[in-house]
């Protein structure tokens, strides 16, 4: 093994989402228990580099750098780095990652995001382990506010993106010359009245 190799990492990887990808590091054993690590704000994956080789091996750890961070590409301009938007990473990426139920490691704001998770999929959680991040505190109107519209509209989304894409995509310059292009002719396609108004030829 090189010496600038980590110990146990398995490989490092891409996820593919709608603005780009979401990148993460693989640890221990892929036949393991499955554990998703979240790292604090403004950090990255990096943060569990020298924590994951102490832990047991015999688990399947998994590092994920949130969009924006790390290796991971940014959002599109004017999309806010929100705590919702973060849940709704975790949920493509243990999609991607075929993961029906596991376990999450959580640092600081990673724990929050990681205790609004689990608070949206319970069923999907084992254990949730928190570092140096006060507990995730939910009013109880809320717990079915998350369950049911917050939940339902993450799982619509998913839903849509994995429908069949369209067939052909423009650039945002090909639309823009497009509707120029409609304009223009449908700016020849009218008739001039005598009032100095204009009408479709087409029209009667």
């Known amino acids: 093994m090189g010496e600038n ?9 891409k996820l593919a989402v709608p603005w780009g990808h979401i990148a993460a590091k693989a640890w221990g054993s892929l036949n393991g228990s499955p554990v998703l690590c979240l790292h604090g704000w403004l950090d990255n994956a990096n943060s569990f580099d020298r ?3 102490l832990l047991p091996q015999d688990l399947h750890y998994v590092a994920m750098d949130f969009g924006g961070h790390g290796l991971s590409s940014h959002y599109s301009p004017g999309v806010p780095y929100c705590h919702q938007n ?3 990473e975790i949920r ?5 990652l075929k993961w029906n139920r596991f376990s999450i490691m959580g640092h600081s704001f990673g724990g929050i995001v990681a205790g609004m998770f689990s608070c949206t999929f319970p069923e ?4 949730l382990v928190l570092l140096d991040s006060s507990p995730f505190v939910l009013d109880f109107h809320e717990v079915e506010n998350l369950l049911t519209y917050k939940r339902r509209a993450i799982e619509y989304t998913l839903q849509v993106e994995a429908s069949e894409k369209p067939s052909h995509v423009v650039s945002p310059e090909q639309m823009l010359q497009g509707q120029s292009s409609a304009l223009t002719s449908s700016a020849r396609s009218c008739l001039c009245t005598s009032s100095g ?4 030829t087409s029209c009667s």
């Open 5 to 13: 190799v980590l110990p146990g990492l398995i490989s490092e990887l």
């Open 92 to 96: 493509r990426v243990v999609a991607a």
């Open 86 to 88: 973060f849940v709704n």
């Open 197 to 200: 108004s204009c009408r479709p």
């Open 51 to 53: 924590l994951i080789p």
């Open 124 to 127: 999907m959680v084992d254990k």
